[in-house]
Nanobody, 116 residues
Framework: QVQLVESGGGLVQPGGSLRLSCAASGFAFSNYAMSWYRQAPGKERELVATISGVGTGYTHYADSVNGRFTISRDNAKNTVYLQMNNLKPEDTAVYLC????????WGQGTQVTVSS
């Protein structure tokens, strides 16, 4: 059974940091490109960051997070991470993990709230 389980969300003050994790199981994790998306209330889901599967180590970031967020993966642990620094109120959203290759899988999401 395929599972993507996000964790690490919470409430943080502006300027703070959080590290999200997405633990994967039930599929060949290392083959899959892994992405983080986010969805704020009343807004469309948007791509935050992507990291490629086995091979190039390619990463891509949305302009809004470039330089503040870092995506990484540990294929031995079947886990992808999103390190988020210098968080802003506009980063508030549900953050979802996606795996994409021969199929596409989604996690349930973890809430990130940036507020003073």
């Amino acid at each position: 059974q395929v599972q993507l389980v996000e964790s690490g969300g919470g409430l943080v003050q502006p300027g703070g940091s959080l590290r999200l994790s997405c633990a994967a199981s039930g599929f060949a994790f290392s083959n899959y490109a892994m992405s983080w998306y986010r969805q704020a209330p009343g807004k469309e889901r948007e791509l935050v960051a992507t990291i490629s599967g086995v091979g190039t180590g390619y990463t891509h970031y949305a302009d809004s997070v470039n330089g503040r967020f870092t995506i990484s993966r540990d294929n031995a642990k079947n886990t992808v991470y999103l390190q988020m620094n210098n968080l802003k109120p506009e980063d508030t959203a549900v953050y979802l993990c996606q795996a994409a290759w021969s199929s596409t899988f989604w996690g349930q999401g973890t809430q990130v709230t940036v507020s003073s």
